[in-house]
């Protein structure tokens, strides 16, 4: 079990070649992660943070907010392959799925579609994103550069959408930028972000990696109360 963790942490952190994804656009480097299951989980191509067993308690703290702040449409911006979000209770939900990898969508639309069940093409760092009660974008903005995270909050903020809610290490002092496609902690209440105090904050309970990442958070506010971004540098 032990060799197993050693293994991930290697392929997660270590062996992302930049010079393998640099030439390539943010789109199609997001296909290669999809297409190679680049973060080897045998669940999801997600990654091993979107496995039903790393998201019981996510689940159980979204429902909670879905239920605290009358939510009835969500925006679900990067849905992956909807690994763990399909046992969400939607009955009463008008729910929206967005992706960069298109056949993600359509792998989606084939196996989950229904009525109140949608999913669609979506470039969260350019395209024109859907005004929702909610927009939940978790475990993405940890994989973009500091440019490209300044853009999604201005397209977020342009949607007009109620509320957010994404990823933030809560005990992260300094935030690192990287290439876009790779993967480091943000904590989106330091700079050159510089968010509000939250809402409200659901420790994920992350286990990955012996735990070091037990600060990994999901965290909700209110969009019209976060910062506006008119420039990306």
């Known amino acids: 079990m032990k060799k197993r963790k050693t293994k991930y942490k290697i392929s997660y952190y270590n062996n992302f070649s930049e010079s393998k994804f640099s030439k390539h656009n943010i789109k199609e480097r997001f296909e290669i992660i999809y297409n190679e299951n680049y973060w080897e989980s045998k669940e999801s191509r997600s990654g091993i943070g979107s496995e039903i067993k790393n998201t ?28 763990w979000m399909r046992k969400l209770n939607m009955k009463n939900i008008s729910y929206t799925g967005l992706d960069i990898v298109q056949k993600s969508i359509d792998e989606n639309n084939k196996k989950y579609k229904k009525t109140n069940v949608n999913f669609y093409f979506s470039d969260i760092t350019s395209s024109e994103l859907p005004k929702g009660d909610l927009m939940f974008v978790r475990d993405c903005l940890v994989h973009f550069s500091f440019k490209d995270i300044k ?20 005990n992260l002092q300094t935030n690192s930028d990287i290439l876009t496609a790779n993967w480091r902690p943000i904590n989106l209440e330091k700079k050159p972000f510089n968010f509000p105090e939250p809402i409200i904050t659901i420790n994920e309970e992350c286990e990955e990696m012996d735990r070091i990442y037990s600060d990994k958070c999901i965290c909700l506010w209110e969009i019209e109360e976060l910062p506006d971004f008119f420039t990306f540098n």
């Open 151 to 170: 853009k999604s909050i201005f397209r977020i903020k342009q949607s007009k959408s109620k509320y957010l809610m994404t990823t933030s290490f809560v």
């Open 56 to 83: 019981k308690t996510l689940l159980q703290g979204l429902e909670n907010v879905i239920e605290k702040f009358n939510i009835k449409s969500i925006i679900d911006i990067p849905c992956g392959d909807f690994n």
